[in-house]
């Protein structure tokens, strides 16, 4: 996925607090979703959002378990870090 799309996903505040919930470890769908006021509905669509901008990975098992995908993150703070150039 490109960089349009990760800003894109990460432009809206839900999204974001997600992510922040997925950096200590895989959490299940409904622990996600437990931690809104918004439908389960609204959190699957922000969750799929996430999962298309490669944000995010998800397993099946007896539930749907999410976890945030740190490669991306990754070339996120590569580019960022790379606007800086080299010190003087």
Same mark, same amino acid.
């Given at each position: ?10 432009? /809206? ?23 809104? $006021?918004?439908?389960?509905?609204? #959190? $699957?669509?922000?969750?799929? #959002? ?13 539930y #749907? ?8 993150? /990754?070339?996120? #703070?590569?580019?960022?870090? $790379?606007?800086k150039?080299?010190?003087?």
């Amino acid at each position: 996925m490109g960089f349009q799309e990760t800003f894109k996903a990460l432009s /809206d505040p839900t999204r974001r607090e997600i992510v922040n919930l997925l950096k200590d470890g895989k959490r299940s769908a409904g622990d996600i979703v437990s931690h809104f $006021s918004s439908t389960n509905a609204t #959190i $699957s669509h922000h969750l799929s #959002i996430l999962r298309k901008a490669g944000l995010i990975t998800d397993e099946n098992r007896e539930y #749907i378990y999410y976890e945030l995908n740190t490669s991306v993150i /990754d070339e996120i #703070i590569g580019w960022i870090t $790379s606007l800086k150039g080299e010190e003087q």
